[in-house]
């Protein structure tokens, strides 16, 4: 069960750097180039949607199986806002 916090924890790490990844495309020069906005753009914009997405499957599938989430309501809830951001960013946006 910790492994299942340690994902929502990242996962909420990563959907911070993801919504600062946006901010990023609107005004440039935040922070200058190097490997601090390389290691942003990796985690915010690559990996935040897929670390999101198997948080969420991971919960849903322990609330189908009925075992306990000993995660906080605020932080499963967070993350799936996330994720409805993330699929309308990459999916309904570009279209």
């Not at 916090?5 to 600062?20: H, V, Y």
């Amino acid at each position: 069960m910790k492994g299942l916090l340690f994902l929502a924890r990242l996962a909420l790490i990563c959907n911070a750097l993801f919504l600062f990844c946006l901010v990023m495309q609107r005004v440039t020069d935040i922070i200058p180039p190097g490997s601090i906005k390389s290691t942003i753009i990796v985690l915010g914009w690559f990996l935040a949607p897929f670390i999101n997405m198997a948080v969420n499957v991971w919960l849903v599938s322990r609330k189908i199986l009925g075992k306990n989430q000993n995660i906080p309501g605020w932080l499963a809830v967070t993350n799936l806002l996330f994720l409805l951001l993330q699929f309308f960013v990459y999916f309904i946006l570009p279209a």
